[in-house]
Nanobody, 118 residues
C-alpha cells in the first residue's frame, strides 16, 4: 500500500503545475484526500482537502480533483503560483471521515518538490 506524489518541478511566478497522487495497492475512490506542503524550516500545512463524497475541491488557486477513470489517481492543479508556494508537496489519504486533520490521515506519500522562481 503506497502513495506517491509526482509532477513537481521548477515554474516561474504566475505559472501553473498539476501534481498527481497515485495509489498502489488500493483505490482512492472512497477515501478523503489531503494535499499538504512543507517548506524548509516550516511546519507541514494543508493546501487542499478532497472529501470522499466529492469529485473536486476548489479553493482559491488550488483545485484538487479525482480521475474519473483511474480510481487510484487524484490531482492538484495549482495556478498563479508564487515564490511562497515553494515547498515539498505531499498527498495523503484517510478512510472513515471527510476532514483533513493531519493526525487523521492513514496513508502518506513521498513528496514532490515544487520550486517557484524566475
Amino acid at each position: 500500500v503506497q502513495l506517491q506524489a509526482s509532477g513537481g518541478g521548477l515554474v516561474q511566478p504566475g505559472g501553473s503545475l498539476r501534481l498527481s497522487c497515485a495509489a498502489s495497492g488500493f483505490t482512492l475512490g472512497y477515501m478523503t484526500i489531503g494535499w499538504w506542503r512543507q517548506a524548509p524550516g516550516k511546519e507541514r500545512e494543508g493546501v487542499s482537502c478532497l472529501s470522499y463524497t466529492d469529485s473536486e475541491s476548489v479553493g482559491g488557486r488550488f483545485t484538487a480533483s479525482r480521475d474519473n477513470n483511474a480510481k487510484n489517481m487524484v490531482y492538484l492543479q495549482m495556478d498563479s503560483l508564487k515564490p511562497d508556494d515553494t515547498a515539498v508537496y505531499y498527498c495523503s489519504a484517510r478512510t472513515g471521515g471527510t476532514g483533513c486533520n493531519l493526525d487523521d490521515m492513514d496513508y502518506w506519500g513521498k513528496g514532490t518538490q515544487v520550486t517557484v522562481s524566475s
